[in-house]
C-alpha cells in the first residue's frame, strides 16, 4: 500500500494523513526496515515509505507537526499509521518531542544482540565508504585504541541500550512500548510480528504464508497481495568474520549494560 501511495498523490474518498499512533523508533540496523515492511502485509495498517526524521533533526522537528502529517500515507478510519526513523531511538530530545504530540502513542523498538549491532552498523558504514570512494578500516582498527576498546566509537554508544531506554522511561510507560527481539525477527518473523499485532490491538491477519525463506538472500522475504518481495540489498549484508579476543572483549563490555536493561524493562533476550 505504501508504493500505491506514492505512484498516485490522489486522496482516495474517505481517507485522510494522520500523524502516526505508532513509531518504531529504532534501533539502526535493529531489523527496523524488515519489522516496518512486514507489518505493512497487515491491512489495518499503513505505513510511512521514507524516514521521516521529524524528532531528532532540529530543522525538521520547527517545520511543526502539521509538515509531519502531510508527510504519512492516506489512511482510512479503521487503520493505523506507523512511521520509522532508527535515529530516534538514540535521540537526546526525541522522547520529550514524540510524548509532547501525542502522551499516548505506542512505541516499538527492535533490538538485537549489541555486539551483532556494532558489527552491522560497522558494515553499513563500510560499504557507504567504499561508495564514496573514501577510505575504509578494518572492524578491528577501529574497536581497538591503543589495546584497549574505543568505548567512544559511535557504534559502541549506540549499542548501550539502557542508556537509551533511560530517555524513553522518563517519558513512557513500559505498557506503551514494545521490544521486538531483532534476533527472533530474522529466524521467526511471524512470531515476533502476531505478538505486535497483539500489542497493537489488532486482528490477526499476518500468516505464515506471508513470509518465504530466499536461499539467495539467506533471508526470510514477503509474500502479499499476490507479490513477493525480499529487502533491498542493503539489508542482510555478510559482516565481515572478527577476532574472537575483539568480540569477548565487547561482549564483556555489554553485559552489564545488558543486564541493567533487562531490568529496566522487566524482559531478557539471549545476547552474549
Ligand atoms: P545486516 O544487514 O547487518 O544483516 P535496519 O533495517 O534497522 O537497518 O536493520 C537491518 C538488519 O535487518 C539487517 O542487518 C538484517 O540482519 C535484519 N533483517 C531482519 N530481517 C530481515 C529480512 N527479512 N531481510 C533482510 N534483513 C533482515
New binding site residues.
Given amino acids: 500500500n505504501t508504493s500505491d501511495y506514492y505512484s498516485s498523490q490522489s486522496q482516495p474518498p474517505g481517507t485522510s494523513r494522520h500523524i502516526p499512533q505508532t513509531i518504531i523508533v529504532g534501533v ?7 519489522l516496518l515492511e512486514m507489518l505493512d502485509i497487515h491491512p489495518n495498517i499503513v505505513v510511512a515509505a521514507t524516514e521521516v526524521h521529524f524528532f531528532d533533526w532540529d530543522e525538521n522537528y520547527i517545520k511543526g507537526t502539521e509538515w509531519y502529517r502531510n508527510l504519512m500515507p492516506f489512511s482510512y478510519k479503521n487503520q493505523i499509521t506507523i512511521e520509522k526513523t ?1 535515529g530516534y531511538f538514540t535521540s537526546l530530545h526525541a522522547p520529550k518531542r514524540i510524548h509532547d504530540m501525542n502522551s499516548s502513542v505506542k512505541l516499538l523498538i527492535i533490538l538485537r544482540d549489541p555486539t551483532e549491532r556494532v558489527i ?1 552498523d560497522y ?1 553499513q558504514v563500510y560499504y557507504n565508504r567504499l561508495e564514496s570512494h573514501k577510505p575504509v578500516q578494518r572492524f578491528e582498527d577501529i574497536v581497538i585504541k591503543n589495546g584497549v576498546l574505543n568505548t567512544k566509537y559511535k557504534a559502541i554508544q549506540r549499542s548501550l541500550y539502557d542508556v537509551h531506554m533511560e530517555r524513553w522511561l522518563k517519558y513512557f510507560n513500559m505498557n506503551q512500548i514494545h521490544i521486538v527481539d ?1 534476533n527472533t ?2 529466524k521467526t ?1 511471524l512470531k515476533e510480528l502476531q505478538k505486535v499485532e497483539r500489542f497493537l490491538n489488532l486482528p490477526p491477519r499476518i500468516v505464515s504464508s506471508n513470509f518465504y525463506f530466499n536461499q539467495t ?1 539467506g ?3 514477503i509474500r502479499s497481495d499476490g507479490k513477493e518481495r ?2 533491498h540489498e542493503s ?3 555478510p ?1 565481515p568474520v572478527v577476532n574472537g579476543t575483539v568480540l569477548e572483549q565487547l561482549y564483556s563490555y555489554f553485559r552489564e549494560h545488558n543486564r541493567s536493561f533487562y531490568k529496566m524493562v522487566n524482559q531478557s533476550f539471549n545476547w552474549h
Fill in positions: 539502526r540496523k535493529g531489523g527496523t526496515r524488515a532508527p552491522s558494515t531483532g525477527l530474522i518473523p538472500k533471508f526470510y522475504c525480499c529487502l539489508k542482510g549484508r559482516h
